[in-house]
């Protein structure tokens, strides 16, 4: 399979009105739920009721100037930056090693200190990552010898990424960047003689990662026997699915049951979609669905239709990204998944996953503004490589 249609510029689209409306739809919905589920548990723990909702507008002009950078910068240009987001994302990381740079939460060192905010550096290596691999399919596209092609760099990457991912005790971004990557590396046309090994080396890999760690181990007992742990490790999970039943099909209101809603230990995070559940109802799931998977099919369509092989695989990275860490989030808050950690896009408090999450829709934005200059070097490429010079002018190769 590979993205890349063959069509000629002039039949690309400049602008997908639906791409940006249903972006910021996702964007507003999210901070209204945070606006609604963390007053309580903000005045109980900080003194202030608004102060997740301001830590979010903050982190949400910081992703804003991010989006601005990605959708107006050329590709070419943001190809030529690469090395320098792959460095940042690598001493990123090397950071939450440092004690004096680092915080550590939990028995786990996975954000650096800033002098305005904590950040998080795996949030960052998700965009990396995927543009990393869209840059080194696009050139593996352009070697016409089969036999020439490889992925090992791509590999190389990968392994380099998540191992850093792993140092940090973040087993759930590591192993979602993984997938995404083996993802990513089906639609690109790689050869399965690289993909399959890779893969079935990784399942023991992570049994292992499991296996280790008694918190982790204790999670999947809690989610195989869930009625066994409800007062400790699935009270959480308990709490949000109480919520969800009681919001029934039109919902509870906004601001009725807030007092259950904060029985949810820090229901801002990674549960705060039971908050929307409760006070919206089922109809409010299936505009939140609506609402998703348009966002989703309009990216995926910029994906197939775009005539640069880089915007193509990094848009689809990005979507996919966006898309699965989502249903990975509700699957764990429904209770269909063991607990992950993983933040729900648009809706989790926290910065990080805020900013980059808007930087990422800020590539798939320039991707699908289709801006002629971002793609002068790849036509000039395509031209050179389908055509010789011959007596008669250009011939086909």
Known sequence: MNLFPEKPLTDYHKTDTGLMVSMILMWGIGLFTLFICSGKYGENVFGNRYIFVQRQLFASLVGLAGLVFFAFTPLSKLRRLLPFFVLIAIIGCLMTFVPVLSEERNGARRWIKLPFMRFQPSEFVKFTFVLFLANLFDKNERIYNEEERSVFPAVVGMLVFIVLIFAQKDFSTGLFIFLVGILMFFMSGARLAWILPFGLLGIPFMLMMILTE????????????????????????????????????????????????????????????????????????????????????????????????????????????????????????????PTTGIPLPFFSAGGSSMIVTLCMCGFMINVARGDGDSYSDVQKIKKEDLFVVGEGGYERI
């Open 214 to 337: 008694p918190y982790r181990v204790s999670r999947l007992a809690a989610f195989l026997r869930p009625d066994k742990f409800i007062d400790t490790f699935n009270y959480q999970n308990f709490a949000s699915r109480r919520a969800i039943s009681t919001g029934g099909f039109w919902g509870q209101g906004i601001g009725a049951g807030l007092e259950r809603l904060n029985s949810i230990p820090e229901v801002q995070a990674d549960y705060i979609f039971a908050g929307w559940t409760e006070a919206m109802g089922f109809i409010g799931v299936l505009l939140y669905f609506a609402i998703l998977f348009t966002f989703a099919y309009k990216a995926y369509k910029c994906a197939v239709t775009c005539p640069d092989r880089f915007g193509s695989y990094g848009t689809f990275g990005c979507i996919s990204i966006i898309l699965f860490q989502s249903l990975a989030n509700l699957g764990v808050v429904c209770g269909l998944l």
